[in-house]
């Protein structure tokens, strides 16, 4: 809550959304062991963009989609396995090997560390597979299992059932929006009140007072349907709450984490929301491309037609999350506008390729970003993936001098 100018503190303003506009949100999807390795890629601009047989899914979304090559991590060289090439895929961090466990706070919980406050849930992190806590060659495969880190020694709890992401989301407590503003602070400005002055404890005790006034109008303003402000466009569920469980099929299962990433989006309760589809080094089987054989991993070491069914697959829930966003009208913009879904595996392909790494975004931040484009870092100076991360921290107003192995943004971006 902002204060006023006060004699006895200093203070100053952060940014913040404009009263009326929807809110910026920030996506990411992880798809393990990369991809068939003449089959990712893009050429051309906005409509007439070209897509390789990978991306195929996301056509539709040509206009609102940045494809970005040449981007790597420096420190996931370093072990050339899969643990060491996922755990500190969204920050660049070194980590610790010999079962250790030290990565680095990634860069979607940073955002939600300064953007959280806003929403019941800070961050929502989902999963489709269960993380894995043994060792591979010195490194912890928990590093394979977690691509979102709160702190360097913390992985953020994965979400991997349905039912339970969903009751996350809506299970009946008192949320923060439902709460005074004034309720919410009055520790917090009790605190303060005692480190001013009395000029100022007079000051604070007016506005307080007339910022409670504000509240009961605004109260009463709602009531009557007076308000014009931005709200979400949804403030309950609109699909049924999944069944209890673990889900045996695993298109079942990213279709339900799908929607309660775009359910969670549309009615406000975050702006920050990580879904893992797989680990890296995955045991996933898919039965139902008749693609049984083999699981995920083994099939990842050869680009096959089976290979690239299974590519398309993962791209296809990346389409479907974006075509339900581009669905919802947020004023003159779409779910979709407001948001950025960056789409990104630890590798380029399964054979440890990761000098690097396949990134695309869909959706434009809120306006900031400008897609429709295929930006090519390869032979540059400036190519690392946590150059990317500044750059995206950026449109959330996060400014940062550095972050991981990077001390520069990406200027297209």
């Known amino acids: 809550m902002a204060l006023p100018w006060m004699e006895s503190i200093s203070a100053y303003a952060e940014g913040s959304t404009p009263s009326g506009e929807a809110p910026r949100r920030m996506g990411v999807l992880?798809?393990?062991?990369?991809?068939?390795s003449k089959e990712w890629w893009a050429e051309g601009r906005g409509s007439a963009m070209k897509l390789g047989k990978v991306l195929q899914p996301l056509e539709s979304h040509r206009e609102k989609l940045l494809f970005i090559?040449?981007?790597?991590?420096?420190e996931a060289l370093k072990g050339n396995i899969h643990s060491s090439m996922t755990g500190n895929l969204l920050s660049g961090a070194p980590l610790a090997p010999g079962g250790e466990i030290r990565s680095g706070t990634s860069f979607d919980q940073i955002i939600a560390q300064r953007q959280g406050r806003a929403t019941k849930v800070p961050s929502l992190v989902l999963g489709c597979e269960k993380a894995n806590p043994s060792v591979h060659k010195n490194y912890s495969m928990l590093y394979?299992?977690?691509?979102?880190?709160?702190?360097p020694t913390t992985p953020t709890p994965l979400e991997v059932y349905p039912a339970l992401?969903?009751?996350?989301?809506?299970?009946?407590?008192?949320?923060?929006?439902?709460?005074?503003?004034?309720?919410?602070?009055?520790?917090?400005?009790?605190?303060?009140?005692?480190?001013?002055?009395?000029?100022?404890?007079?000051?604070?005790?007016?506005?307080?007072?007339?910022?409670?006034?504000?509240e009961?109008?605004?109260?009463?303003?709602?009531?009557?349907?007076?308000?014009?402000?931005?709200?979400?466009?949804?403030?309950?569920?609109?699909?049924?709450?999944?069944?209890d469980g673990y889900p045996q099929d695993v298109a079942e299962h990213m279709r339900l984490m799908s929607d309660v990433m775009v359910l969670a989006f549309q009615t406000d309760t975050t702006r920050v929301c990580s879904l893992k589809l797989?680990?890296?080094?995955?045991?996933?089987?898919?039965?139902?491309?008749?693609?049984?054989?083999?699981?995920?991993?083994?099939?990842?070491?050869?680009?096959?037609?089976d290979w690239l069914k299974v590519n398309q697959f993962f791209v296809e829930q990346l389409a479907y999350i974006a075509t339900k966003l581009d669905a919802i009208e947020e004023g003159e913009r779409t779910a979709l506008d407001n948001t950025m879904l960056l789409f990104c595996s630890s590798m380029l392909t399964g054979s440890h390729d990761a000098t690097q790494l396949p990134v695309i975004i869909v959706g434009r931040g809120g306006g900031r970003l400008e897609t429709g484009r295929v930006l090519d870092y390869r032979g540059k100076d400036n190519r690392q993936m946590c150059s990317l991360f500044l750059s995206l921290m950026?449109?959330?107003?996060?400014?940062?001098?550095?972050?991981?192995?990077?001390?520069?943004?990406?200027?297209?971006?």
């Open 69 to 74: 090559r040449g981007l790597y991590n420096q």
């Open 394 to 413: 950026d449109k959330f107003d996060i400014r940062l001098p550095t972050f991981g192995d990077s001390q520069g943004r990406l200027a297209e971006v």
């Open 144 to 151: 394979s299992s977690h691509i979102s880190w709160s702190s």
């Open 216 to 243: 009961r109008r605004i109260d009463r303003a709602g009531r009557k349907g007076e308000l014009q402000g931005w709200r979400p466009t949804l403030t309950k569920p609109n699909i049924p709450r999944p069944a």
């Open 278 to 305: 797989n680990n890296d080094h995955s045991s996933l089987r898919f039965p139902h491309l008749n693609v049984d054989y083999m699981i995920h991993h083994l099939l990842s070491h050869a680009d096959t037609e």
């Open 165 to 214: 992401a969903f009751d996350r989301l809506f299970k009946n407590k008192v949320q923060r929006g439902d709460r005074s503003v004034l309720d919410a602070v009055l520790e917090d400005a009790g605190d303060m009140r005692r480190r001013i002055s009395r000029s100022d404890q007079q000051k604070l005790d007016e506005y307080l007072n007339s910022v409670r006034e504000v």
């Open 30 to 36: 992880f798809a393990g062991n990369g991809f068939h």
